[in-house]
């Protein structure tokens, strides 16, 4: 079975600079899918961004990028000119690419950043 | 644009009630799940939806959970003898597909269940 860890539980940014949020993950699996999720308080999680295992070249969505490193099966969250609305919950979460295994998604437990005005 | 909306925000329950949970997914979407979050928590999956059917569930999914689309618009998630430990936030999720640009998941704000 896959697990997704988040060993920052809370994370704190002033506004402008840049933070990045850890997750690594264990798999037996060549192929699969991570994405990030945001989380606004009492708001439903949106997709931040998508990672695709088989590419080698890390995403990047606007000011969000990701730091993929297959080997080491660490997907970790850049935050460039942090923004008071990037306060929110974030998760990381891993698809399998495998129809066997199905489509759900496997979550970590979430980092949440407060950014300081 | 589209969301996946969840009512109610917020239920209240006593422990031994039946529970439904509803959710009406993003039109044009055609896989369904559900997901809880027990607080301070990983957020689990709970059930995937396709095909008026069942495609997978989890060890937390047992007999005393079941997943309808009664109408073509809502997808609810029923919890026929809630206990205490049921408490947690619901999430209801859909997608478009499979394929690479259809499989993203779109998320409820989620319905919170507390069990008394």
């Known amino acids: 079975a896959q697990t997704v860890t988040q060993s920052q539980p809370e994370m704190s940014v002033q506004e402008a600079e840049t933070v990045t949020l850890s997750c690594t993950y264990d798999t037996s699996e060549s192929d699969y899918y991570l994405f990030w999720y945001k989380q606004p308080p009492s708001r439903q999680m949106i997709l931040v961004i998508r990672q695709e295992a088989y590419k080698q070249q890390n995403a990047t969505e606007n000011r969000f990028s990701v730091n993929f490193q297959k080997a080491a099966k660490s997907f970790s969250l850049k935050i460039s000119d942090s923004q008071l609305g990037d306060a929110a919950m974030y998760f990381c979460a891993y698809r399998s690419y495998e129809k066997s295994s199905g489509d759900k998604l496997t979550f970590g437990t979430g980092t949440r950043l407060a950014v300081r005005p | 644009e589209p969301e996946v909306t969840q009512t109610p925000s917020h239920q209240v329950t006593q422990m031994g009630q039946e529970v439904i949970l509803r959710c009406v997914p993003i039109?044009?979407?055609?896989?369904f799940y559900w997901y809880r979050q027990i607080l301070g928590q990983k957020v689990e999956f709970l059930v995937s939806f396709y095909n008026n059917e069942i495609s997978e569930k989890s060890e937390i999914f047992d007999d005393q959970f079941s997943v309808e689309r009664p109408d073509g618009s809502n997808f609810t998630l029923k919890i026929r003898s809630t206990k205490l430990e049921d408490s947690a936030m619901y999430f209801c999720?859909?997608?478009?597909?499979?394929?690479?640009?259809?499989?993203?998941?779109?998320f409820g704000a989620g319905t919170r269940l507390s069990v008394l």
């Open positions: 999720a859909s997608s478009a597909g499979q394929t690479i640009n259809k499989n993203i998941q779109y």
């Open positions: 039109s044009n979407h055609l896989y």
